[in-house]
């Protein structure tokens, strides 16, 4: 029983880190010391979308499940919780190219935003 919600808990925590590095940079308008943590899981993202790697976080969990006495899964955790959405069927090497570089710009539009803005503050100071 703990096992399994220990893996449960974890999958809970690998969808905070996966929307972190989506709207991280949009978080940084609020907490300006935030892209100290979000450029790196940032990076991290990107890294793990383009080289097909498996995050650690997804044998931990199978290792939590199996040690639940549940089956884990093959592949890793985005593949296994989201592949509707975000490896739909016909997904190709460019395609995941494509959804790194859109995660970059949205991410640098949000950056992009918190730099005129502190700009803008900085100019207002006398």
């Known amino acids: 029983m703990i096992w399994s919600l220990l893996a449960d808990a974890l999958v809970l925590v690998h969808f905070a880190f996966t929307a972190f590095v989506v709207f991280g940079g949009f978080l940084a308008w609020r907490w300006r010391w935030l892209p100290a943590l979000h450029l790196p899981a940032l990076a991290w993202g990107c890294w793990v979308e383009v080289s097909h790697s498996i995050c650690p976080l997804t044998p931990l969990e199978n290792h939590f499940r199996q040690l639940g006495g549940e089956a884990g899964y093959t592949g890793g955790f985005l593949a296994h919780y989201l592949v509707a959405v975000l490896y739909p069927p ?20 949000a950056y992009g935003r918190l730099l005129a803005r502190m700009r803008s503050e900085r100019a207002q100071v006398p």
Do not use: C, D, E, Y
Not at 91 to 99: A, D, E, N, R, S
């Open 90 to 109: 016909g997904l190709t090497w460019h395609i995941q190219w494509l959804l790194a570089g859109l995660l970059v710009l949205l991410n640098a539009a």
